[in-house]
């Protein structure tokens, strides 16, 4: 079975323009979460997809926003970006909850200028 | 809401000694404990895992072990190996959210 997926894998942008990082999850799972890891900060909760539904949220701006689609597949979008947005994005994957086993991709590193 | 915290930082052990990095929760609903492996570049991967109603398990080299009274769970690494260095996540999950600690950096000497 593949494991999770996201694209691209690298990501460079400048402050004030927007970005989309994509997220396929192991087959079957139905929910999405996804995390911004820094070295400062650790692994941060951004939000969590189920059934195209968020079903949680972290404590971050209304910049991070996020969809999922009815094949599971997820995005998420941030706008405006700043520099502090630079991090590595996880996208996780479980069956049911984020409180069950998860399953993480590659992640995608974002690096703002 | 959960409080992770997560012992040592970073960890250097000679190819062959035991490496153990602890945790400990706050919130005594939390009932589910993974552990993660992340390597340079890549995302974080489940090692072992272990449910409250359960005080140890093992899996080859790697063990964890629970004390739900005392609210931590370590995480034990026996016959280390150079490609046993990587970040180690702990994270506790009750039914409604989980939280990660901050990560031990290992590092295993050849």
Redesign the interface.
Known sequence: KAG?T?TPRYLIKTRGQQVTLSCSPISGHRSVSWYQQTPGQ??Q?LFEYFSETQR?KGNFPGRFSGRQFSNSRSEMNVSTLELGDSALY?C?SSFG???????????TRLLVL | GENVEQHPSTLSVQEGDSAVIKCTYSDSASNYFPWYKQELGKGPQLIIDIRSNVGEKKDQRIAVTLNKTAKHFSLHITETQPEDSAVYFCAANNNNDMRFGAGTRLTVKP
């Open positions: 999770v996201q650790g692994l909760f949680n996880l996780a909850t984020r409180t069950e086993t998860q399953y993480f991709g590659p992640g």
